[in-house]
């Protein structure tokens, strides 16, 4: 068995200033980040969690958020970890896009399908299709192994989409900042333990 523990970046200087940050916005971590990451990386230094490997987004937030909870670590960084593109709409005020393409938003902000069509960024399908590619290298290169893995909000929902086959990704909200998700990879099987553990 491979079990993965996911990780969300913690807070970044975008997500502070409101800013929709996708792949092609790379801000490093606020104060507050770090301490959510050194927060994490306590807790799991308390369990005597150990990591055999360490994969990560190379986007700065998410290299950074792994390099504080696994300082010990080489990091291996991984452009299928990257975050959602969302194209014309990244680097904008989060208040703005939602407010110009509310048919895109659900009442709680969670982005709906098909608006790479106006964005021109990417689509679900073609995310979670490199993110099933992911686990299955894992599994494969790391069975028994225990990995974190570092990467951002609408990535790893999609990866529960990976996970799951979820036909309504409104229905779930993208992790916290630092919040820690964890999956079991078997040859016949891919399981959630748990989503968005936030400490």
Not at 23 to 45: F, M, N, Y
Not at 77 to 89: A, N, P, V
């Amino acid at each position: 068995m491979t079990i993965l523990y996911i990780i969300r970046h913690g807070q970044s200087e975008a997500n502070a200033a409101g800013i929709l940050q996708g792949s092609k916005i790379d801000t490093p971590l606020s104060a507050k980040g770090k301490q959510q990451a050194l927060e994490v990386q306590r807790r799991l230094t308390a369990a005597s969690l150990h990591f055999d490997h360490v994969f990560a987004s190379p986007l700065l937030r998410a290299a950074q958020t792994a390099q504080l909870i696994a300082p010990q670590s080489v990091t291996t960084f991984d452009s299928r970890l990257c975050e959602f593109d969302y194209g014309d709409w990244d680097g904008q005020l989060e208040t703005v896009i939602h407010q110009r393409y509310a048919r895109f938003f659900d009442e709680k902000m969670n982005l709906l399908p098909d608006s790479e069509k106006v964005s021109h960024g990417e689509s679900f399908e073609a995310v979670t299709k490199r993110l099933h590619h992911f686990f299955n290298e894992l599994n494969k290169n790391y069975p028994e192994q225990t990995i974190l893995v570092a990467s951002h909000g609408f990535t790893i929902k999609l990866m529960l989409n990976a996970i799951l086959g979820i036909t309504n990704l409104a229905g779930l909200n993208e992790p916290s900042n630092a919040g820690l998700t964890k999956i079991e990879l078997t040859p016949n099987s891919r399981t959630l333990i748990f989503f968005n553990q936030t400490f």
